[in-house]
């Protein structure tokens, strides 16, 4: 299973990376790796202007991305068509590996677009209780705040529902947004 490093996710220095390791870059700039980076456009459920999107996928073209990672993707039929339009833009840009995150399970006609698809992208709380259903083996699994004892379970349970590829992690994507303390404007 390839293992895709979501940015708030990062590998641990001793990790060996390889070809089936991804990392996605949320800002062009400044490479820190040589291996395979994908470059993080959000869609934002499918409300972002096309050419906000499409400057996006220049400025990941000019950083030398191998790929794109379309989060926040949407995921029924209506927003088919944008996300098909910047999945064969971002092609004749030459970015051939993309990556559409939903997190859930996508309409039937976004298979047709020959891109992978992360159709899970949430806590290990709800990871465990989910049906998978409208999955396909091959699929993306994103799941974060694993309990660091129950990491390796996690794995394996993304192995035994097919996850193709994706990360079990005890990092959370949610930063708090209190910045209290000495000196701040309340104290």
């Given at each position: 299973?390839?293992t895709?490093?979501?940015?708030?996710?990062?590998?641990?220095p001793e990790?060996?990376?390889?070809t089936e390791?991804?990392?996605?870059?949320?800002?062009?700039?400044?490479?820190?790796?040589?291996?395979?980076?994908?470059?993080r456009?959000d869609l934002d459920?499918?409300?972002?202007?096309?050419?906000?999107?499409?400057?996006?996928?220049?400025?990941w073209?000019?950083?030398?991305?191998e790929?794109l990672?379309l989060?926040?993707a949407?995921?029924?039929?209506?927003?088919v068509?944008?996300?098909?339009?910047?999945?064969?833009l971002?092609?004749?840009r030459g970015?051939h590996?993309?990556?559409?995150?939903?997190g859930?399970?996508?309409?039937?006609?976004y298979?047709d677009?020959?891109?992978r698809?992360?159709v899970?992208?949430?806590p290990?709380s709800a990871?465990q209780?989910?049906d998978?259903?409208?999955?396909?083996?091959g699929?993306?699994h994103?799941?974060?705040?694993v309990?660091?004892?129950?990491l390796?379970?996690?794995r394996?349970?993304m192995g035994r529902r097919g996850?193709?590829?994706?990360?079990?992690?005890d990092?959370?994507?949610y930063?708090s947004?209190f910045?209290?303390g000495?000196?701040s404007v309340?104290s």
């Open positions: 299973m390839k895709l490093f979501p940015p708030y996710a990062h590998p641990a990790l060996a990376l390889d390791t991804w990392l996605i870059r949320d800002l062009p700039g400044e490479r820190r790796t040589l291996h395979q980076s994908l470059g456009i459920w499918g409300s972002r202007s096309l050419a906000d999107v499409l400057a996006d996928v220049d400025a073209r000019e950083d030398g991305v790929g990672f989060d926040r949407p995921a029924g039929s209506g927003g068509g944008p996300v098909a339009l910047t999945v064969r971002a092609a004749r970015l590996r993309v990556v559409l995150n939903p859930v399970p996508t309409h039937p006609l298979r677009l020959g891109v698809i992360c899970f992208d949430g290990w990871y209780s989910w998978g259903d409208g999955v396909r083996p699929d993306g994103l799941v974060h705040g309990p660091a004892s129950l390796t379970a996690a394996r349970l996850a193709g590829f994706g990360l079990a992690t990092a959370s994507p930063v947004a910045a209290g000495a000196g309340d």
